[in-house]
């Protein structure tokens, strides 16, 4: 009934409007005057807040702004802002004058230098602008950034400067409209060519999902740099003509508490994150702060960008139950950069799909249904179904053929949401773009990930292609390995601890990282806990641990959204670059 209602609701777009640009231009002369945008600098209070008008002549200003500046469309610009309203005006300036955005996460005491750095290597932009704040400190360190050849300057859009007779650049939809880059998990990395075709669509497709309508209302902590935060929590939206109230993420990372209470106060109902955000909750949220909390408006906890657990899902539904939130809301899904965000998704009103595998069978591209109490039973949440424009196949890693039920393969996908590749690179020199043998075109997108399809046509992920460990001919997920060690002792910080395999002799050594609470590192006996996981790892997996290495708290390296970097660990360890606790 409510998906019905959005379809005729006085604020949605009509067809006519057919990219992003002209939904803001419809939407700041149809909601003039209401809020899209509030931010909470600290989680807690709101500092600042745009209305759809306001957005629209301050980007129109930024726009006029950058050409009077000799800023061409099609030139790259970087936009090094932190969380807030900055961004998305400085975002919008570069829609509409053509020139490509690349968003980067602004460097902080020497962190993220070397993916800053990485980003500007490849998209080689023309300029780079930021806040007043973080100029000074940005040329600084332009040196170590290579930057010192490009203009850095800080945006200041006044709507009365921009020329009445001026005009925005016209857009198709294969005009590229930003550089998304890549988490950076399995590798360097890379910017994804999104057009404005490529967001519309898939915009589109998370509204009708999540059944998204103007009454929505989004309470997002998610980092604007990744696609989930961006496109899911900041362009979404404007897009379905809905308000959302953004945090930083440290925000919610120091005390989890914010988000759940600005989701109470904002009464939201679409919000979510990666698993380990729901697992943080859980472990950080004390029982007395529960009181009057009320999540009974929470209607869409969407999940994904990460292997999602069942028992996150129940751990959570149970904490939170008393406060009104129910198991019905999660809303599993899946996707990535290279194809805009989403490429499947759940039903927002069903709770999610659990099924019981046997591991062991998984190992050999096998699935095995099998109830939850017997031996080598795993837990997998289906990731829902593919959206409306797009095509999924699953292929047999070895013959690439199509996999029959019952097995596990490579996902393909193509559609209107699939981008068209990577920045400096064209689509035949990808090795994740290809044709299925079966059909001459157009081009699958590769993903990388593992996975298969039920009797119900629901996907389920079982690893990624790339952190697959292949030792003695066998295949094991790095995720379940993980798992297992961090169940060892209280010590081992869950999600925080990477399995992967390092090359000697022609034999794959099992290695595993793993970050300690903060509460332990000083007195851990290191030596006991270690010989604690590998007996556990010989005796889950059958797998010999060649080297366990147990660091400081904070020192595993993630991507800006959360992942754990398993290649820059194995590198870190080769390279004996790791903070280790010692023993004795």
């Known amino acids: 009934m409510e998906t019905l209602q959005a379809k005729y609701h006085p604020y949605t777009a009509p067809s006519t409007v057919s990219n992003l640009l002209e939904m803001l231009y419809w939407r700041a002369t149809e909601q003039a005057e209401q809020v899209a945008y509030r931010f909470l600098a600290n989680g807690e209070k709101e500092t600042e807040s745009l209305s759809y008008r306001e957005l629209y002549l301050r980007a129109q200003a930024t726009a006029f702004q950058l050409k009077a500046n000799g800023v061409q469309p099609g030139e790259r610009a970087m936009l090094l802002y932190p969380s807030g309203l900055e961004l998305i005006v400085a ?181 979510g994150g990666p698993n380990f955000a729901y697992d943080l909750c859980v472990q950080k949220i004390k029982p007395e702060q529960l009181q009057d909390l009320d999540l009974s408006c929470w209607q869409v906890a969407f999940i994904g ?146 996975g298969f399809v039920d009797d119900m046509n629901e996907l389920f992920i079982t690893g990624r292609l790339r952190d697959m460990l292949i030792i003695r001919g066998k295949n094991h997920y790095p995720q379940d390995i993980e798992k297992t060690v961090q169940q060892c002792h209280a010590a081992l910080r869950p999600n925080r601890g990477a399995a992967f395999g390092v090359d000697q002799n022609g034999q794959n050594r099992l290695i595993i990282i793993q970050e300690v609470e903060r509460v332990y590192w000083r007195t851990l006996d290191v030596e006991t806990v270690t010989a604690q996981v590998k007996e556990q790892v010989t005796a889950q997996h059958q797998l010999r641990v060649d080297d366990v290495v147990l660091v400081r708290p904070g020192s595993i390296p993630l991507t800006t959204s959360g992942k754990i970097q398993r290649y820059i660990c194995r590198l870190e360890y080769l390279d004996g670059k790791l903070q280790v606790i010692p023993s004795g």
């Not at 379905?240 to 990372?253: D, K």
């Not at 129910?326 to 998704?345: K, N, Q, V």
Request: one cysteine or more; charged letters at 15%.
């Open 91 to 271: 975002l919008f300036g570069c829609l509409y004058a053509g020139v490509i955005a690349v968003l980067g996460y602004p460097p902080r005491r020497n962190q993220h230098l070397a993916r800053i750095r990485a980003i500007i290597q490849d998209a080689q932009p023309g300029v780079v602008f930021t806040t007043s704040e973080l100029l000074g400190p940005l040329q600084a360190e332009s040196q170590k950034l290579d930057l010192e050849d490009v203009l850095c300057l800080t945006l200041d859009p006044n709507p009365g400067d921009k020329p009445n007779d001026w005009e925005p650049i016209s857009v198709t939809t294969d005009t590229l409209a930003f550089l998304q880059y890549t988490s950076g998990s399995t590798s360097s990395p890379k910017g994804v060519k999104i057009s404005h075709g490529n967001l519309y669509h898939n915009l589109h497709q998370i509204q009708e999902s999540f059944n998204h309508t103007p009454k929505s209302q989004g309470v997002i902590w998610l980092p604007p740099h990744h696609d989930m935060g961006l496109i899911g929590g900041i362009l979404q939206p404007l897009f379905a003509g809905f308000p959302v109230a953004l945090m930083p993420p440290a925000a919610f990372l120091q005390k989890p508490i914010r988000w759940l209470r600005a989701i109470a106060t904002c009464q939201g109902t679409t919000n």
């Open 305 to 450: 960008a990460e292997p999602i657990q069942a028992k996150t899902l129940e751990q959570f539904s149970a904490k939170f139950e008393v406060c009104g939130f129910r198991r019905e809301a999660f809303y599993p899904c899946y996707g990535m950069a290279e194809t805009t965000l989403m490429i499947t998704g759940s039903h927002p009103t069903q709770p999610p799909t659990v099924k019981w595998v046997k591991t062991q069978a998984m190992a050999n591209d096998r699935v095995i249904y099998c109830a939850a109490e017997e031996e080598d039973a795993q837990a997998l949440v289906g990731c829902g179904h593919i959206v409306d424009g797009m095509e999924m196949v699953i292929v047999n890693r070895q013959s690439t053929k199509a996999c029959v039920s019952g097995e596990i393969g490579e996902i393909w996908v193509r559609g209107a949401s699939v981008t068209q590749g990577y920045w400096h690179q064209s689509i035949a020199e990808q090795d994740c773009w290809g044709t299925w043998p079966e059909e001459s075109s157009p081009l699958y997108l590769r993903t990388g990930d593992l």
